[in-house]
């Protein structure tokens, strides 16, 4: 099983666009070469493996569709390339979805704009590309009849068929009033709490389905701020996502066997302890409880290398019905709240003659304590804006004009997360057209009331050239000085912070990802907006929570569903 997390892609540089479509065509060029060989092709058919049907017809999306399917072509192709990809050649084919099983229980709406026959659909498509985010995808909808009881049982399957192309059968299993496990509401951070304290989250469930739960899975996660620092034997831990640390967390799967009835609510015998690191700021806590006995809770493990844990044996605890009022789908909360970091816009002083150009070096430091995770808006860059000097032109940036009416104001951005002792370089390569003595141009961030920012007096830097050193330069906590022609302090426009630490999932309590932020500082915000620190809101979905909810939907429902097609919609 496959589970996935989404995530939102972040400006790319125009290289990389070149990069992916090198690969693009490499991938297309092998699948031309494995056509000259008469080999078929390989085509995977996706979508969920399971799907539960509550009997008294509560769901969380009326009238949507319960099941997506999807398909991967042959090659690979990275959606965030910026590029489309090229087509795989191919003479059409046909994709079956038969949903006959389903007839004694269930009304089914197969997908629009394939021919219907009963509770069969036969789906033709020429269209093929390599991955899966520009190909077709098909929608199913199920809904009970008034004769469906609990324990109904049926399996949809799905097929492909199509001349030089092999796909594989992929089924759906439908099961009718099955155990439905919803999450124990986490408490409110408690008064005070600040980074470095340890949060205590009472876990447990109701199974407000029709049958019982032969064993359950809890599965609970932080992002990098956040460790845990007691081990269950029960438990393995692992760390996913190692070289994104939007998706990074650490992560548990604590088994637990026996029977967990229907109507009735289960505590654990303990509360987590959540430590939060002293960098820690709007970390992400979840966990979720899911129907899946001990022997199946190998194929949530899918992706990451998990080790077992040692300790005690966590268990679960009977707690009567529960109050239906302190359950819900989802459970996860922002630790800690209360932190804070300092961002630190320094400049240079340069000096030249006219007709020359010079360099001259730009940073944004973080100073800490906190990082800027920006974990809830998928990793949106934070935006600066820079007043080019009286007299001088821009010969070359990693920054872009703010609009046509002010060619003298660059925006610049700085991808996150930014780490809590990173910082961000960025060269100016600017022509002295006329010499102005002391000639300064501010660099600043947006004006707005930021509590967060534990020093707004170094929120400002200049620029100045040709000098005499008494310009006042307020804010200014370190720009760099050159003679004629200097370079002032150029930079690289990667990041140099790491991700701190390997930071294990268990005892240990360390709370470092191990990967480099190398973010790219130059290019336009994807939103290409000059409004707050951040480039825009972004999704108020967690990102890096989001294969969990997947993972661990209501009911047992362990989605694999594949991206959504872009280029057309679900049909």
Known sequence: MRLSTPHSPLARAAVAGVAAAGLAASALAGVAHAAD???????????????DLALD??????????????????????????????????????????????????????????????LVAVCEENTLYPGDSYNPSWSVRLDLKDTAEAGDFGRIKVTGEGAGLAFNEHTVDVLVGGPELLKKKLPAEPEGFRAGDTYEAPLGFRNVGSMSADGVVLRFGGSRGL???????????????????????KVALCTFEGEFLPGA?????EPIRVRTADFALGDIFHYGFDAVGAKEAGALRSGADYRQGTGRTLTLEPAGSGDASHYAKYAEIDLPTRNTYDLDLTGARVAGAQGETVTVGIGLSNHGPAWIGALRS????????????????????????????????????ADTPFLEDDRR??????????????????????EWDDPREGDPSNDTGWI?????GDEETPGDTGGTTGGTGSTGGAGSTGGTGTAGGSGSAGGTGTTGGSASTGATTGGQSPQGGDGGLLASTGSPALLASAGAALALAAGGVLFAVARRRRAAGVR
């Open 37 to 51: 060989d008469q080999a078929p092709l390989p085509v995977t058919l996706t979508g969920p493996d399971k799907v």
């Open 57 to 118: 017809g509560a769901e969380g999306e009326p009238g949507e569709p319960q099941i997506r399917l999807g398909l991967t072509g042959p090659g690979e192709y990275d959606p965030d390339s910026g590029t489309e990809p090229e087509p795989v050649p191919n003479d059409g084919y046909k994709v079956t979805i038969d949903a006959t099983a389903l007839g004694g229980f269930a009304k089914v709406r197969l997908p629009q704009w394939c021919e219907a026959d009963g």
């Open 227 to 249: 460790s845990f620092p007691d081990e269950y034997d029960n438990c393995s831990y692992a760390e996913e996502n190692k070289d994104n640390l939007i998706r990074y967390q």
């Open 265 to 269: 609510a289960y505590d654990l015998s």
């Open 378 to 413: 998928g990793g949106e860059p934070l935006g600066f804006t820079v007043q080019i000097p009286e007299g001088a032109s821009v010969v070359d940036s990693p920054c872009r004009p703010v609009n046509d009416r002010t060619p003298s104001q660059y925006r610049c951005w």
């Open 425 to 446: 370089d960025y060269s100016f390569k600017l022509r002295i057209d006329k010499v102005v003595e002391g000639a300064k141009g501010k660099i600043s961030l947006p």
């Open 464 to 468: 100045v050239l040709n000098g005499t």
